[in-house]
């Protein structure tokens, strides 16, 4: 695969490159969390709980088809900039449209760049790439959920865990992209890395 992206003719190819990274970034800055939110009646997500515009902070309005409209509408963000981007140009491409999609959904113009953590998004990028390891992602993300009941723990230990998984299923740079996906997803749940060292990470449940 590292060699598909050295034989691109990058003088003419750089312009669609960007063309789909950004138009990828569009269709993840989507602020579903916020739109559901509004559709529900529970006002502005982003001044509840924690303030994100993710999954996890549209449950605690308690409009739990809200919740789960905003994950499936995240993960399929993702999924669709990863399949538009392959049907554009192959594989090199899907990657860059995965990146676009999933910095935009972290970081939304609209929003003054105040986006999710996107692990949903996340898991459709990976979807798209691969629907197995996405299964195995998914699986992962249960288990640490059931055994520690931490849904940030359990989102990190998946994210993680991914780039693994393409290695071993022989697939470099999809691995090197989800490695990348996997630095952000930390980086946005620093906080939660905070309480989780601390003790006072609420639980599942709690």
């Known amino acids: 695969m590292i060699e598909t992206i050295a034989l691109l003719r990058w003088e003419t190819a750089w312009p669609?490159?960007?063309?789909?990274?950004?138009?990828?970034?569009?269709?993840?800055?989507?602020?579903?969390?916020?739109?559901?939110?509004?559709?529900?009646?529970?006002?502005?997500?982003?001044?509840?709980?924690?303030?994100n515009i993710g999954a996890t902070n549209v449950l605690r309005t308690g409009k739990r088809w809200a919740a789960v409209a905003t994950l499936l509408c995240d993960a399929a963000k993702g999924f669709v900039a990863v399949d538009l981007g392959g049907q554009m140009g192959g594989q090199v491409f899907a990657m860059f449209a995965g990146l676009g999609a999933f910095i935009g959904h972290l970081y939304p113009v609209w929003l003054g760049f105040k986006g999710g953590k996107?692990?949903?998004?996340?898991i459709g990028i990976?979807?798209?790439?691969?629907?197995?390891?996405?299964?195995?992602?998914?699986?992962?993300w249960f288990t640490v959920a059931r055994t520690f009941r931490f849904s940030s723990l359990a989102a990190l230990v998946s994210a993680a865990a991914t780039p693994i998984y393409f290695l071993l299923l022989g697939t470099t740079m999809f691995a090197l992209l989800t490695f990348i996906?996997?630095?952000?997803?930390?980086?946005?749940?620093?906080?939660?890395?905070?309480?989780?060292?601390?003790?006072?990470?609420?639980?599942?449940?709690?």
């Open 16 to 51: 669609y490159a960007l063309g789909t990274i950004f138009i990828a970034y569009l269709i993840g800055s989507i602020p579903f969390g916020l739109i559901f939110g509004w559709l529900a009646g529970a006002g502005d997500v982003r001044k509840i709980g924690s303030g």
């Open 118 to 122: 996107g692990v949903a998004t996340f």
């Open 126 to 140: 990976v979807f798209a790439l691969a629907w197995p390891i996405a299964i195995l992602t998914c699986v992962s």
């Open 181 to 206: 996906l996997a630095i952000f997803i930390f980086v946005a749940h620093r906080a939660n890395v905070a309480r989780l060292l601390s003790g006072t990470e609420p639980r599942i449940g709690a």
